[in-house]
C-alpha cells in the first residue's frame, strides 16, 4: 500500500471513529460536593396560582451519586378557589430538605420532591455538565382557608437552570 492510500485510509478511519464517537449517548455527571444554585421561569401558567419568583439549590455529594440537600425559596404566591370567591396570598415560603439517603443520580439524571406542608414541588432535571443543572419544576398545593372548602392550588410549570458554585 503506497503511503497517499495509508495515509487516506488513516484519515477516513479518524473522521468514522469522531463521527460515531459524537453519536454515542452520553451523559454528565455533577462536580462532587458542589452547590448548583439558580432562579425558576415560568413555562407554562397554573389554572388558579401565581408565584412572583423563585429560586432552587441542590447540593451534590462527595462522589457524585446522589443529591445531599435541596433548598427552595418561592415569593408572593397567590391562589384562588374555582368560583373565584376565595382568594389566598403569601409573601412566599422557603424550605431546606437534606435526603438522609441521597437521592440518587442515576446517568446524570435526578428527581426528587420537596414538601412544606401541604405544598409540593416536583423536580426532574438532568446534569449538561459537571458544573451545569437544569430541571422542569412542577408546583402545586392546598389552601385550607378559615371559611370555605380547601382548594387545590396549580401553580404551573417552571425550568430551572443551575450553576455549580
Known sequence: MTSAKALRLLTGTAVVLLVLGGCASSSAGPQGG????????????????????????????????????????????????DAGTITVESDGWSTTMTFVNH???EDGKFRFQISNGDDTVSVDGSFGSP????????ISGM??????QPF??????????????
Open 34 to 81: 458542589a452547590t448548583f444554585s439558580g432562579p425558576i421561569e415560568l413555562v407554562s401558567a397554573g389554572d388558579n396560582g401565581t408565584i412572583g419568583s423563585g429560586e432552587i439549590s441542590i447540593t451534590v455529594s462527595e462522589d457524585g451519586t446522589g443529591i445531599t440537600e435541596a433548598s427552595l425559596k418561592l415569593s408572593d404566591l397567590s391562589c384562588s378557589n
Open 103 to 105: 437521592s440518587p443520580i
Open 131 to 138: 458544573t451545569q443543572a437544569s430541571a422542569t419544576v412542577e
Open 143 to 148: 389552601q385550607r382557608p378559615p371559611v370555605g
Open 152 to 165: 387545590t392550588c396549580d401553580y404551573g410549570s417552571w425550568s430551572w437552570s443551575g450553576e455549580a458554585q
